[in-house]
C-alpha cells in the first residue's frame, strides 16, 4: 500500500463526491491511502471552506498549481464541461495520472487528441462514465455475453428528467453549445451510450432530431431580461452498429414527472432484459425457454434482485434486496481507478470517452443534414 496524492479540481457536487469516493474505497476494499494535496476552485471563499470541510492540505484559485506541483500523482477533474480539454491536455503533457468526469471534451476531434496522448504518455486516463459500475449494468452485460438472451436484436433507451421544466430556471452553462457541446444529448444520453459501448460493442451508424421547447430563459431569477437557449431540450435518434442491432435512444431534460429515469430494453431472440436505475436494485429478465416449458402458462418477466452473486455488490450489503446508491457507484468507480494505478484493466478511459464523444458528433450532424451519419 502507498500514498496517492491527489489534486482536485472543481469545489462543487461532483468533486465532493470523488473525495467521498476515494475515502470509501480506501475504508472498504483496502486500496492505497488518497492523500488530498490540493483543491482548486476559481471561488476562494468556496475552496477556503471545501477544503477544510473535505481534508485538502491546500487550496488555489490557479488550477495549474495542481497540473504542476511535482507532489501530485493524481489529476481529478470534476469542472464544467468547457474545461475538461484545456486541464486534461495539460495534465497529460506533465505525466499525470487523470481521473475526469464525463464527457472527455465538447468535441470528437478533442477527445480523440485526448484519447491518443494518453497512449503516448502512458499514464492512468479515467472518464467518469459513474453508470459502468453499476452492478446492474455489469450483471446485464454478462447475461448478453453468456447467451442467453440469444441474438440481440434490438436496443430501445431513455434518459429523462424533469429538472428543467420550469421556464422560470435562469440560463447555465448547460445551455450554451460553448460551455456544454449540446444539451441533452450530452448531458443524459452519454451515461446511455457508454453503459451500450460496454454491453453492445461499436455503433455505426446514426440519424437524429431534436427540440429545443424552451427557447429563452431569464440571465437571472426573478429577471425579464431573457437568453437564447442553444442546446436541445429533447433528442431521439435511431442507430445501427457494427454487429447488426439496431434501435433507437432518447433523452429529456424536461421530461415531466421523470426524476432519473434512465431506462433500456435490450431484446434477443431467446430473451430480453429490461432496467430502470429509478429501480436500482432490480433487472426484468424474460427467458423465452420459459414460455416453452409449460407453453407460457406461466411466462412473464422475472425480477432479479441484486445480490452478493452480481459484480460489485457483495461489497456494500450482504444480501439481496438491501439497496446500494449513487455514492456506491462511485465508491467503485474510484476503487477500480485505484487498482489502474496498479496495472488492472478497466473500460472507462479516455479511448471510451472518444468513442461516446464520437457517437455525439455523429447524431449533431445527422440533426443538421437530415441524413444517417457515420460515427
Known amino acids: 500500500m502507498k500514498e496517492i496524492h491527489i489534486g482536485l479540481i472543481g469545489a462543487g457536487w461532483m468533486g465532493k463526491a470523488h473525495t467521498t469516493a476515494f475515502h470509501n474505497a480506501k475504508m472498504i476494499f483496502g486500496d492505497?491511502?488518497?492523500?488530498?494535496?490540493?483543491?482548486?476552485?476559481?471561488?476562494?471563499?468556496?475552496?477556503?471552506?471545501?477544503?477544510?470541510?473535505?481534508?485538502?492540505?491546500?487550496?488555489?484559485?490557479?488550477?495549474?498549481?495542481i497540473i504542476t506541483d511535482p507532489m501530485i500523482d493524481l489529476v481529478d477533474i470534476a469542472t464544467p464541461n468547457c474545461m475538461h480539454f484545456e486541464m486534461a491536455k495539460a495534465a497529460l503533457e506533465h505525466g499525470k495520472h487523470i481521473f475526469c468526469e464525463?464527457?472527455?471534451?465538447?468535441s470528437a476531434e478533442q477527445s480523440r487528441i485526448l484519447a491518443d496522448m494518453a497512449k503516448e504518455k502512458n499514464v492512468v486516463n479515467y472518464c467518469g462514465f459513474s453508470n459502468i459500475m453499476n452492478p446492474a449494468n455489469q450483471y446485464v452485460k454478462e447475461l448478453i455475453q453468456s447467451g442467453k438472451l440469444g441474438k440481440i436484436m434490438r436496443v430501445h433507451a431513455t434518459y429523462d428528467q424533469d429538472m428543467l421544466l420550469d421556464p422560470e430556471i435562469p440560463i447555465a452553462w448547460r445551455h450554451i453549445n460553448k460551455f456544454a457541446g449540446s444539451g441533452a444529448l450530452g448531458d443524459l444520453c452519454s451515461h446511455l451510450l457508454s453503459v451500450f459501448q460496454m454491453i453492445l460493442g461499436d455503433i455505426d451508424e446514426v440519424i437524429g432530431v431534436d427540440s429545443i421547447v424552451i427557447p429563452e430563459r431569464p440571465i437571472k431569477a426573478g429577471l425579464k431580461e431573457l437568453q437564447k437557449v442553444e442546446n436541445d431540450d429533447i433528442i431521439t435518434f435511431l442507430i445501427k452498429y457494427k454487429n447488426g442491432i439496431i434501435g433507437d435512444i432518447s433523452s429529456s431534460r424536461v421530461a415531466t414527472g421523470r426524476k432519473n429515469y434512465f431506462y433500456y430494453e435490450i431484446q434477443g431472440t431467446e430473451g430480453t432484459v429490461?432496467?430502470?436505475?429509478?429501480?436500482?436494485?432490480?433487472?426484468?429478465?424474460?427467458?423465452?425457454?420459459?414460455?416453452?416449458?409449460?407453453?407460457?402458462?406461466?411466462?412473464?418477466?422475472?425480477t432479479v434482485l441484486l445480490n452478493p452473486e452480481h459484480e460489485g455488490f457483495k461489497y456494500f450489503q450482504p444480501a439481496g434486496g438491501i439497496a446500494i446508491a449513487f455514492d456506491d457507484m462511485k465508491t467503485l468507480q474510484a476503487h477500480t481507478l485505484m487498482q489502474a494505478l496498479h496495472g488492472k484493466d478497466y473500460i472507462c478511459n479516455f479511448e471510451m470517452g472518444a468513442k461516446v464523444d464520437g457517437i455525439i458528433n455523429a447524431v449533431l450532424k445527422s440533426i443538421k443534414s437530415r441524413r444517417w451519419e457515420k460515427c
Not at 34 to 48: A, G, I, R, Y
Not at 102 to 106: D, N
Not at 283 to 295: E, H
Open 32 to 65: 492505497d491511502m488518497p492523500v488530498f494535496e490540493m483543491v482548486s476552485d476559481v471561488n476562494e471563499e468556496q475552496v477556503k471552506n471545501f477544503a477544510q470541510k473535505m481534508g485538502y492540505k491546500r487550496y488555489t484559485t490557479n488550477w495549474m498549481d
Open 102 to 106: 464525463k464527457p472527455l471534451s465538447l
Open 274 to 302: 429490461v432496467y430502470n436505475l429509478e429501480r436500482m436494485c432490480e433487472v426484468q429478465v424474460y427467458f423465452k425457454a420459459d414460455a416453452d416449458r409449460d407453453n407460457g402458462r406461466d411466462c412473464g418477466f422475472r
